[in-house]
């Protein structure tokens, strides 16, 4: 068989085309048995300084070939339209064809305040007696939802959710907060762990209020799944084993 003239021209001027398109495939062929590209993660801005941050550090190092884009940001992610290629929140973001593993370790928290503060407002005993205090809280988002604080009880865990004077979306915030005597704080221990060693800052409610479930890491199907973000996923099971 012998093309037309008109076949001819239609081959010369679609060849490129075609070429193009079978390097396209190749290149996505290739991203999926190789791990380079760039990697897109959202995360909370508390997940940062907590464990994300050291996570993503390590697994650049193990990767060099992989470009990282971490955005702290609390809103709520749609995994398949959002273009990231992860959400790690404090609750699984579970939708049509996604999957979530938990990571990082279980957080401490804390509930602390000045010295200053408890001279003047006493110190809470139990945790109903956070409903008398000004409280410092964590919001995400918006600020429209804010975290709830958890206890140990006879019957098991429970939340509070005491009125808010102070709110912010970054630990640090709240952390800066109660140590100028703004109201009881409550948020990561290790965050709080070096100024209670400094001192002028004093832990409340000691035994009674309990871990956070871990992070849950939440991406789209397995089925496209690249190898960046097979490893990535790997190394962050990896890191939760070990904390």
């Keep these: 068989m012998v093309l037309t003239q008109l076949g001819e021209q239609f081959y010369a001027k679609s060849l490129p085309a075609i070429v193009d398109l079978e390097g396209a495939m190749d290149e996505i062929h290739k991203q999926k048995h190789e791990v380079s590209g760039t990697l897109k993660l959202s995360a909370p801005y508390s997940a940062g300084p907590f464990f994300l941050d050291d996570l993503v550090a390590r697994f650049a190092t193990a990767f060099p070939t992989v470009d990282v884009e971490v955005i702290y940001d609390d809103k709520k992610v749609d995994l398949l339209t959002s273009g990231v290629d992860a959400a790690i929140r404090s609750t699984t973001l579970l939708g049509p064809n996604t999957y979530a593993v938990t990571v990082g370790p279980a957080p401490d928290m804390t509930i602390v305040a000045s010295d200053d503060y408890l001279a003047k407002r006493g110190t809470p005993n139990h945790p109903c007696d ?12 918006s600020g429209k939802d804010l975290a709830p604080w958890g206890f140990n009880g006879p019957e098991g865990t429970y939340t509070i959710q005491p009125k808010p004077r102070m709110v912010a979306n970054d630990m640090r915030s709240l952390l800066s907060y109660a140590k100028q005597g703004l ?11 070096p100024h209670l060693s400094a001192g002028g800052l004093t832990e409340v409610l000691n035994g009674h209020v309990t871990q956070l479930p871990r992070y849950s890491l939440n991406y789209r199907s397995k089925r496209n799944m690249t190898r960046r973000l097979r490893a990535f996923v790997d190394m962050a099971k990896a890191h939760r084993e070990a904390a």
């Design 183 to 193: 109201g009881l704080g409550y948020l990561y221990r290790e965050i709080a762990l």
């Design 130 to 141: 956070i409903l008398d205090h000004d409280a410092i809280c964590y919001a995400f988002g």
